[in-house]
């Protein structure tokens, strides 16, 4: 393998991790429908979780512990701030390569999510 290709597969690989990030902070940080949760509320119902865990019978124990198990996790992905600033930065820095490379168009970025200001900033047209 020429250094030449072993160049281009780590480019590859790096444009690759920089896009994925990318798409996978936008679908985390994708707004919800409905009335948006806060870390009290979902606290108080822990506590309201707790509470009804001894008086619960078999299948109501088993769903109580579950969605305390999906309160928890929800919770603790609040706390963990995403610095989305930094990683569309280096959306930006690649996105035109990548997406001339492979073949990737305006819409279809768009129908994933991307923003149409984010794409101008990569340098990525509708006509491109």
């Given at each position: ?32 429908r ?32 579950q ?46 999510g ?15």
């Amino acid at each position: 393998m020429s250094a030449e290709h072993k160049a281009a597969l780590a480019q590859g690989r790096s444009e690759g991790k920089a896009v994925r990030d990318y798409l996978d902070a936008l679908r985390a940080n994708k707004p919800k429908r409905g009335r948006k949760r806060t870390a009290d509320s979902i606290k108080k119902r822990l506590a309201a979780i707790d509470a009804e865990l001894p008086d619960a019978d078999a299948l109501g124990e088993l769903r109580l512990v579950q969605e305390k198990r999906d309160l928890a996790s929800e919770l603790d992905a609040m706390q963990r701030a995403v610095d989305l600033g930094a990683i569309e930065a280096a959306f930006i820095k690649v996105a035109k390569s990548y997406s001339e490379r492979q073949r990737i168009s305006y819409a279809s970025w768009r129908d994933v999510g991307v923003e149409a200001a984010v794409l101008k900033k990569a340098g990525i047209s509708r006509s491109s």
